[in-house]
C-alpha cells in the first residue's frame, strides 16, 4: 500500500514538473491582417498608386497607336506597323511587369521586416496570419502599421 501512494506520489510530481517546464517553453503568439496592414500602409499606396498609373499609360499608348492604324491605308504599312507596336508594346508590358513585381516584393519586405521588428519588440516569438487564429493570440496589425508609417522606419527599396 505504501509502494502505490509512493508511486502516486512520484507520478503526481513528474506531471506537476511537466506542466511547469511546457509553461517555462510556451511561446507567445501573435497575428497579423496582411491585407489590413497592406492597405494602410502608406508606402505600398504610393506604390500601387505608381503601378496604377504605369497601366493607365500602357492603356493609352494602344489607344494612340490605335488610332494610327486607322489612317494607315496601305496594307503593307498596316502590316510593318503591327508588327512595330506588337513588339514596343511588349516591352512595356515587360517593364510594366517587372515594375509591378519590384513594387510588390518591396512591399511585402517592408511588412515583413516591420512585423518582426513588433514582435521582437512586444516579446512575441511567433507571428501568424490573422486567418489561422482560432482564438487567443495578439494582434499585431494595428502596431505593424503605425511602425510602417513611422519616421523611424525607412522602406526598402530595390
Not at 128 to 143: A, K
Amino acid at each position: 500500500m505504501k509502494k502505490i501512494k509512493t508511486t502516486f506520489i512520484a507520478l503526481g510530481l513528474l506531471s506537476l514538473m511537466a506542466v511547469f517546464s511546457q509553461n517555462a517553453n510556451a511561446q507567445t503568439i501573435g497575428y497579423v491582417n496582411y491585407k489590413t496592414v497592406e492597405s494602410n500602409y502608406n508606402y505600398a499606396k504610393q506604390a500601387y498608386k505608381e503601378i496604377d498609373t504605369k497601366y493607365l499609360e500602357l492603356q493609352q499608348y494602344l489607344m494612340d497607336k490605335e488610332k494610327q492604324y486607322k489612317n494607315i491605308e496601305s496594307p503593307i504599312n498596316k502590316k510593318n506597323f503591327e508588327e512595330s507596336v506588337q513588339k514596343d508594346f511588349k516591352a512595356k508590358n515587360d517593364e510594366f511587369t517587372k515594375l509591378k513585381m519590384q513594387k510588390a516584393e518591396e512591399v511585402e519586405s517592408n511588412i515583413l521586416q516591420a512585423t518582426k521588428a513588433v514582435a521582437a519588440d512586444k516579446k512575441i516569438d511567433v507571428v501568424l496570419d490573422y486567418r489561422v487564429i482560432f482564438t487567443g493570440g495578439t494582434d499585431l496589425s494595428q502596431d505593424v502599421i503605425n511602425y510602417l508609417n513611422s519616421p523611424k522606419f525607412k522602406p526598402v527599396k530595390k
